[in-house]
């Protein structure tokens, strides 16, 4: 059973890094098919999609966030993380970690099939 | 982008009846192998969302067959047949066709 975990700060500053890591069980996150990223909620909104990895450098992140976020694969210990590079009020969020599936040889799916608890990051000085 | 728009934003509804939410997409979800990737989650109250329904009208698994998904191209729907008490969450689609990948702004179910 796919399990996926967030962890990191719950505040970061203004300006600064904002860091999480998501672990990942019960697959491997350089199987066939599966992406691997993150979503975001900002509190009492909707989800916004943040970027997904695949294993081969198969890389997308959403426009508005693309020149500020990085997600990365540690194949070693099963996880990934996402880096937010200077950050403001208006990246306070949940952040979910969760899996994208993708394809597996013919059969298509291109949907969020699993998801972390989500992790409450406030960005204030 | 492909800019999904649901509707209603607030849905009432009374417990054991029928419940319909809307969302269209600004361009064909259709993807070049024929398949529409159009997704339906839930997300109950301090709950990470659920995925209920995969291209269109799959059910995932332990999905209750009260819900069912259809449409097709741009206009899509998502359908409770008789709603129960633990149907009440924000409902949000989702299309995985085209890149960047986009969620409707949510159906909240509320009782009535």
């Known amino acids: 059973q796919l399990q996926l975990q967030e962890s990191g700060p719950g505040l970061v500053k203004p300006s600064e890094t904002l860091s999480l890591i998501c672990s990942v069980s019960g697959a491997s996150i350089i199987s066939t098919g599966s992406y691997w990223g993150w979503v975001r909620q900002p509190p009492g909104k909707g989800l916004e999609w943040v970027g997904s990895?695949?294993?081969?450098?198969?890389?997308h992140y959403s426009p508005s966030l693309i020149s500020r976020a990085t997600i990365s694969l540690d194949t070693s210990k099963n996880q990934f993380s996402l880096r937010l590079t200077s950050v403001t009020a208006a990246d306070t969020a949940v952040y979910y970690c969760a899996r994208l599936e993708g394809c597996t040889g013919i059969n298509c799916y291109w949907g969020f099939d699993s998801w972390g608890q989500g992790s409450l990051v406030t960005v204030s000085s | 982008d492909a800019v999904m728009t649901q509707s209603p934003l607030s849905l009432p509804v009374t417990l054991g009846q029928p419940a319909s939410i809307s969302c269209r997409s600004s361009?064909?979800?259709?993807?070049?192998?024929?398949?529409?990737?159009l997704n339906w989650f839930q997300q109950r109250p301090g709950q990470s969302p659920r995925r209920l329904i995969y291209k269109v009208s799959n059910r995932d698994s332990g999905v209750p067959d009260r819900f069912t998904g259809s449409g097709s191209g741009t206009d899509f729907t998502l359908e409770i047949s008789r709603v129960e008490a633990e149907d009440i969450a924000v409902y949000y689609c989702?299309?995985?066709?085209?890149?960047?990948?986009?969620f409707g702004g949510g159906t909240k179910l509320e009782i009535k």
């Open positions: 361009q064909s979800l259709v993807y070049t192998d024929g398949n529409t990737y």
């Open positions: 990895v695949y294993y081969n450098g198969n890389n």
């Open positions: 989702m299309q995985g066709t085209h890149w960047p990948l986009t």
